[in-house]
């Protein structure tokens, strides 16, 4: 009985790895799809193009957020960290995790946050800006809903009745059925 015990229970344990390594590749999909809809977009002419202004930018941006429902904000921030929004109104992003990442080369994704701004829930993504010589010219940056997560999760079930739900570096939940 108790080596029978044993080996169950190693079964188990191996097949609960086997299942979380693969509803971990089902999210990294998911959001690496994100990302390249979000590198589509950094790739539009108008953002490379200098003698579009930064308000004709911001307008464009505008409209392109308004097609996907989770998009809350599509802003482009040049290299100095400045972003100015078709409202008018410029920020300064210097400081801040997201661009400081992006600025460097990397895409980014942060952990669901309230925003400075309207103090929604929100996931930030980034991702660099190229001209045609391959330097970084600026970051497109992505608010969406910070609900995105868990929405891309809440069709993962474990078992017949378990549940998906995704923990950050911090072990902080970001993504539960269960908001």
């Avoid at 169950?8 to 690496?32: F, P, Q, Y």
């Avoid at 080369?105 to 991702?127: C, H, K, M, Q, W």
Wanted: proline share 2%; hydrophobic share 40%.
């Amino acid at each position: 009985v108790k080596i029978s015990k044993k080996a169950t229970l190693e079964k188990i344990d191996e097949h609960l790895v086997d299942k979380a390594l693969d509803t971990a590749e089902i999210i990294n999909g998911r959001i690496v799809s994100f990302f390249q809809y979000a590198e589509g977009i950094a790739r539009t002419p108008i953002l490379r193009d200098k003698t579009y202004s930064r308000l004709d930018i911001a307008r464009f941006l505008e409209a392109e957020a308004k097609i996907d429902k989770d998009m809350q904000l599509l802003a482009f921030v040049d290299v100095d960290g400045i972003s100015q929004l078709a409202n008018g109104k410029s920020y300064n992003c210097k400081d801040r995790e997201w661009f400081l990442t992006a600025i460097s080369g990397t895409n980014f994704i942060s952990s669901p946050y309230i925003s400075r701004t309207d103090e929604s829930l929100i996931i930030t993504i980034a991702v660099p800006i190229y001209d045609d010589f391959k330097n970084i010219i600026g970051v497109l940056m992505c608010d969406i809903s910070g609900m995105w997560l868990s929405d891309r999760t809440k069709d993962i079930v474990v078992g017949e009745s378990g549940v998906c739900y995704v923990i950050d570096e911090l072990g902080v939940t970001i993504a539960d059925p269960d908001i």
